[in-house]
């Protein structure tokens, strides 16, 4: 169960994380906002405000927690290899449980896992508000 949980979390963490907006400030001083994080210059990855994701995540959790279609998916994706790595990886864990979405964002195998199916998927259901 508490595989499940870390596995719920991640793919909410993961959903939050492609639909927030980036904003950070440059050299000059101009603030620039970007829809992705790829949109942040490297240089910048640093000064990027990804503001408090925490409560995002929770509702997000509680939303997918209600959607017996969108845990199958959730459940389907706990032996997916790409998943253990994560799930096995104590920096990703840490960045996970304090909701560090800069430190996920710049971790490949986090960045991976937006384009997973099955995150795309579970995203495309939460954003057209489940299925029962």
């Given at each position: 169960?508490?595989k499940?949980?870390?596995v719920?979390l991640?793919?909410a963490t993961t959903?939050?994380?492609?639909?927030?907006?980036?904003?950070?400030?440059d050299?000059?001083g101009?603030v620039?906002?970007?829809d992705?994080?790829?949109?942040v210059p490297e240089?910048?990855q640093n000064a990027?405000?990804?503001g408090?994701?925490?409560?995002?995540?929770?509702e997000l959790k509680?939303?997918m927690l209600?959607?017996?279609?969108?845990?199958?998916?959730i459940?389907?994706?706990?032996?997916?290899p790409?998943?253990?790595?994560?799930?096995?990886d104590?920096a990703v864990m840490r960045?996970?449980?304090s909701m560090?979405?800069g430190?996920?964002?710049?971790?490949p195998?986090f960045?991976?896992?937006?384009?997973?199916?099955r995150v795309?998927?579970i995203?495309?259901?939460?954003?057209n508000?489940?299925s029962?």
């Amino acid at each position: 169960m508490k595989k499940l949980f870390f596995v719920l979390l991640l793919v909410a963490t993961t959903t939050v994380a492609q639909a927030d907006t980036y904003k950070w400030t440059d050299k000059e001083g101009t603030v620039h906002f970007s829809d992705s994080a790829g949109g942040v210059p490297e240089s910048r990855q640093n000064a990027v405000d990804y503001g408090s994701v925490a409560p995002k995540v929770e509702e997000l959790k509680k939303q997918m927690l209600n959607d017996e279609g969108t845990m199958d998916l959730i459940r389907a994706m706990q032996d997916d290899p790409d998943m253990q790595a994560l799930l096995s990886d104590p920096a990703v864990m840490r960045a996970i449980q304090s909701m560090d979405i800069g430190t996920l964002m710049n971790n490949p195998g986090f960045m991976k896992m937006l384009d997973n199916p099955r995150v795309r998927e579970i995203e495309q259901k939460m954003q057209n508000g489940g299925s029962k």
